[in-house]
């Protein structure tokens, strides 16, 4: 008797601990290909590790790191810092140091967000692109292959195949609708073509 009480409050501590909130397993986005003087979160990164949704990417001087998501990639350069989180159908990639590149098979598997701007490729085709933050309002924006999309607010810019745009970000004043209504302001962004 003592042992199925036993048996029945261990099933039933494992059952309540499995629907915790916080305590299930989160969906791994990919696995470390290449990692030198780069940390995952605060954890020296490791070749054949894993990241996950939350997961921060941080490259040292000197240091760079290449990730697998999928059929894709994400690399990073010295000195950069990118967030990854979930997005429909794929990865997100938020860069708030540094340079970010990516090269993905599916238009919607990888994307990359900084400042206010979200990059990502503007068809199904093979593409390979890198974004680099210049400020907190400005950006590089390369294609390396395929076309890539700049979106802010709701104002949809191209980056075609084999160039460079500086994206300067921009806030435009936008008139209240209806009684009672605060000014508010859209995004807005100025390509500037750099070079091929």
């Not at 986005?29 to 939350?54: D, K």
């Not at 979930?86 to 967000?113: H, K, M, N």
């Amino acid at each position: 008797m003592r042992c199925l009480l036993r048996a029945t409050l261990i099933a039933a501590l494992i059952v309540s601990l499995a629907g915790a909130p916080g305590l299930a397993a989160t969906r791994p986005l990919g696995n470390i290909l290449f990692a030198e003087n780069a940390q995952v979160g605060s954890v020296a990164a490791v070749v054949g590790g894993t990241v996950f949704a939350g997961d921060r990417l941080t490259t040292d001087t000197g240091g760079s790191i290449r990730v697998r998501i999928g059929t894709g990639q994400v690399y990073m350069p010295a000195s950069s810092t990118i967030t990854l989180g979930e997005y429909p159908a794929g990865v997100s990639a938020t860069l708030t140091r540094g340079t970010v590149g990516f090269a993905t098979q599916d238009e919607s598997l990888i994307v990359v967000r900084a400042s206010d701007a979200l990059i990502r490729p503007k068809s199904s085709q093979p593409t390979h692109g890198q974004v680099q933050l210049i400020g907190p309002k400005e950006l590089l924006v390369s294609s390396y292959r395929g076309a890539l999309e700049v979106v802010v607010g709701t104002e949809v810019n191209t980056v075609p195949e084999a160039t460079s745009y500086r994206v300067m970000l921009e806030a435009e004043p936008q008139e209240p609708q209806g009684a009672g209504a605060a000014k508010a302001t859209r995004g807005r962004a100025a390509l500037i073509f750099v070079g091929a």
